[in-house]
């Protein structure tokens, strides 16, 4: 078999794999015989040798991660648990790349629905653990990966134990890869703000992609089965995916300024009620979905200031936004003037409160 030598050289660890799907299927989150195979034949730590787990007693950014490699004394027992694993910082020691948690990849992997004469594509090559996984289900996986240490490391890999099946590429994840096309499922494994109509022409008809659809406020675990040349059809999985944000210069990249100290527009005193309203409002996942369709571009962020905890609903496009705090609601202009938010406007009277908590002026 293609895995044999990659089996043979981490055996050792086969105790772990086990207690993992022991603790997945207890979990009622793996019910597939051949993924449950997958797992315990593909070592994860031939495609983790290292990975951060972060420090919580540490006030410093220099020693705010624990490194974990395999002379770690728990490294075995660590890169084994239904978690994430950080394996890149950038050069401000934030994490830029991960290994996603098991659970994840097998919710993905049974959603795909591979086959055994199934070609398939990833997008978002990462450490490489979940190509191989692909590949022991399908009749070969290509992956690609925009970062080109990444795909390197991978092709080692590939390489040294003869993974013949697994074919990675340097490409914009955004492009898909046409080469090899059509595919008969795709995965992505980053989060993306669209789909591309290059992933939806590169599926074969029949064909499945599923994905992390991330909007600036909101998430889903979207699944997309192609019809015919012309059509696909596509539902949501009520399962949270909390990928990394695809990166590529093709996909839209919105500035949020810092804001600047300028007065309020106009101030609204809101009751207790409004205020416990809003904030479940704002706290409700499936309000904010509908939200970010609904005004394109805008983001929430959650400010805590030595007075009282802020909420932002930022819309940058238009230049404006809306500061929900505990004991007020401001809406403030960028631009020092009256912007045009009639959209985030309807939203707010028919969804946050009613028509006459408030009023904004006409332009």
């Avoid at 289900?137 to 590939?158: F, K, W």
């Avoid at 007065?263 to 809003?278: A, G, H, R």
């Avoid at 904010?288 to 609903?313: G, M, N």
Wanted: hydrophobic fraction near 40%; charged fraction near 15%; include cysteine.
């Amino acid at each position: 078999m293609m895995f044999t030598l990659l089996a043979e050289t981490y055996k050792d660890s086969v105790p772990f794999r086990k207690h993992l799907v022991t603790y997945l299927k207890e979990q009622d989150i793996l019910h597939s015989p051949s993924i449950e195979s997958a797992l315990l034949m593909i070592p994860r730590e031939a495609f983790v040798p290292v990975f951060f787990h972060t420090n919580a007693q540490s006030l410093s950014t220099s020693t705010l991660w624990i490194t974990f490699d395999t002379t770690h004394p728990d490294y075995s027992s660590q890169v084994y648990q239904d978690q994430p694993l950080i394996t890149h910082l950038n050069s401000y020691g934030m994490p830029d790349s991960s290994s996603s948690m098991p659970s994840v990849m097998v919710q993905m992997l049974e959603a795909l629905d591979i086959q055994s004469n199934h070609t398939v594509l990833e997008i978002g090559t990462g450490t490489g653990y979940n190509a191989a996984l692909i590949a022991y289900l399908a009749a070969g996986c290509t992956t690609i990966d925009r970062e080109p240490a990444y795909v390197e490391q991978v092709h080692q890999i590939i390489q040294h134990f003869h993974l013949d099946a697994i074919r990675t590429y340097i490409a914009d994840g955004v492009k898909g890869y046409p080469e090899y096309a059509p595919y008969d499922r795709i995965i992505v494994t980053a989060s993306t703000p669209l789909i591309p109509m290059a992933w939806v022409d590169q599926l074969h008809a029949g064909g499945r992609l599923v994905c992390d659809l991330a909007g600036p406020l909101a998430r889903a675990f979207l699944i997309l089965d192609k019809i015919h040349h012309e059509m696909v059809n596509g539902l949501f999985l009520p399962i949270m995916l909390n990928f990394m944000p695809m990166q590529s210069d093709l996909l839209p990249h919105i500035q949020y300024s810092r804001f600047p100290k300028i007065v309020p527009m106009q101030e609204i005193q809101l009751d207790d009620d409004s205020i416990s309203m809003i904030h479940d409002l704002l706290g409700s996942h499936s309000f904010r979905w509908f939200l970010q369709w609904h005004q394109r571009h805008i983001k929430l962020q959650q400010l805590i200031a030595p007075e009282k905890a802020h909420v932002l609903l930022i819309a940058p496009d238009e230049r404006s936004y809306i500061d929900f705090s505990r004991v007020f609601l401001l809406m403030i202009s960028l631009l020092g003037k009256q912007c045009s938010i009639r959209r985030m406007r309807s939203i707010l009277r028919s969804g946050i409160m009613s028509y006459n908590l408030i009023r904004f002026g006409e332009n």
